[in-house]
């Protein structure tokens, strides 16, 4: 839609002052809709992706995902009348399409695949003492004095511990099946119960 602004200047028919009024309040209404993000951030559009991105314009910084304080209804409905094309109805912004996003801690051991981590060059614990060191790290995070984005970057042996253990999006068959059925069975917010996989022992969060 092409805005024309509304003075006193538009023809005196009354009709045509009325949708001339009309025109002019739905233009406003778009220069300044209510994305529902927080200040200086606004939607954009990948055109090598074909989604919706956010970018911040005082930091000059762009994220797939809604940044933090977002008010997530109005940015459904903003997305909805602006950034409908080609999407699927219920499509949460910028979520890949069959994708959800989660963060884990995992704790390795003798008998890991890769039985080392960026916080031991070699990792010589076994089985029964990883299983330990996690469920400690359960009971911890389930009692709430912790979250796992806060213990993972000191505690986790992967490389997404400086993540705060998000490991971003994936879909079915980006994992390790044992890793996948976990994630995808939690709702967001959810935390998995121990979980084995030829790395290690995980915790995982589903984050979106």
């Known amino acids: 839609m092409v805005c024309q602004e509304y003075s006193p ?9 009325t949708d001339a009024a009309l025109a002019a309040l739905r233009c406003a209404a778009l220069t300044v809709a ?20 956010y970018f911040n314009s005082v930091e000059k910084v762009s994220r797939w995902e809604p940044p933090q304080g977002t008010d997530t209804e109005k940015l459904k409905h903003y997305m909805g009348a ?3 094309a080609g999407s699927r109805p219920g499509a949460v912004p910028g979520v890949p399409d069959g994708k959800i996003r989660a963060a884990h801690l995992l704790v390795k051991h003798k008998d890991s695949r890769r039985p080392s981590s960026w916080r ?11 299983m330990e060191i996690i469920k400690a790290h359960e009971a911890k995070i389930k009692s709430g004095a912790i979250s796992l984005g806060d213990l993972a970057p000191t505690e986790s042996d992967c490389s ?9 999006y994936f879909g079915r068959g980006d994992m390790q099946k044992e890793f996948e ?12 119960g121990v ?7 995980h915790l995982i969060e589903r984050l979106e």
């Not at 993000?37 to 919706?52: C, G, I, T």
């Not at 031991?120 to 990883?130: C, G, L, P, V």
């Open 9 to 17: 200047s538009t023809p005196r028919n009354s009709q045509l002052v």
């Open 160 to 168: 997404s511990a400086r993540k705060r253990g998000d490991l971003g």
């Open 120 to 130: 031991e060059s070699e990792i010589t614990r076994s089985k029964d003492d990883a």
């Open 195 to 201: 979980v084995e996989t030829a790395s290690g022992l």
């Open 34 to 53: 209510d994305t529902g993000l927080p200040p200086n951030w606004e939607v954009r559009h990948s055109n090598s992706k074909n989604l919706p991105y």
């Open 82 to 84: 602006h950034h409908s």
């Open 181 to 192: 059925d976990a994630a995808f069975a939690l709702k967001p917010g959810e935390m998995s």
